[in-house]
């Protein structure tokens, strides 16, 4: 199963990645994780991305693109994989795309994690304290200003994505305001419907 959790930053994409991974046994490719890996470990794509992630902005899509091919190669995605935070752009997808077509595969679903946008914020400030209280870093980006450029971003940027997908037919929607445990039946489902 290829899969890509599609919504707004806050909306719950690594929450539900996580969770697939446990009970689906496929990982989850997070460019959000790597990227921090990569600044947390110095290396040239870190220092390249470091100062726009922390402003919220969107990475470019040659490092993002190259990033996903080098990963999808790795024997663990060969079963299939969670795509969490990529693609962010049109063009991003066009290239997933394209190395899949290389490699002869396919994306199976694109599960749309719909939102209330004017209650995202309070999550994330949620998602920082909690990180905080737990002893975890929290990351820089999880603040409130930094959010609305992120949120932007997403507008500007991301938002296309979902059509692009929907004129394919791939895309299923799930409301990403319910419980955690709630949305997670709602993408069990789905997921069970797309292997039948
Ligand atoms: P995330 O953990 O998915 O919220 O990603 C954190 C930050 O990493 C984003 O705000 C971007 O700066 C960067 N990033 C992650 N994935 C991408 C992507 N596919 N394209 C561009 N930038 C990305």
Do not use: C, N, W
């Not at 600044?39 to 919220?56: C, I």
């Not at 679903?109 to 209330?116: N, Q, W």
């Not at 959010?147 to 979902?162: N, S």
């Amino acid at each position: 199963m290829r899969l890509i959790l599609l919504g707004p930053p806050g909306a719950g994409k690594g929450t539900q990645a996580e969770r697939l991974v446990k009970e689906h046994g496929i990982p989850q490719l997070s460019t959000g994780d790597m990227l921090r890996a990569a600044v947390a470990a110095g290396t040239p794509v870190g220092l390249q991305a470091k100062a726009v992630m922390e402003s919220g902005g969107l990475v470019s899509d040659a490092i993002v693109v190259g990033i996903i091919a080098d990963r999808i190669e790795e024997p663990d995605a060969a079963k299939g994989f969670i795509l969490d935070g990529f693609p962010r752009t049109v063009a991003q997808a066009e290239a997933l795309a394209d190395m899949l077509a290389a490699k002869g595969l396919k994306l199976d679903i694109v599960i749309d994690l719909v939102v209330d946008e004017a209650k995202l914020a309070d999550r994330i400030i949620k998602r920082a304290a909690d990180a905080k209280a737990a002893g975890q870093p929290v990351r820089k980006d999880d603040d409130p200003e930094v959010f609305k450029t992120r949120l932007a971003a997403y507008h500007r940027d991301t938002a296309a994505v979902r059509p692009h997908y929907a004129a394919k037919g791939m895309v299923q929607s799930v409301d990403g305001m319910q419980p955690i445990a709630q949305v997670a039946e709602a993408i069990d489902r789905i997921l069970e419907r797309a292997k039948a």
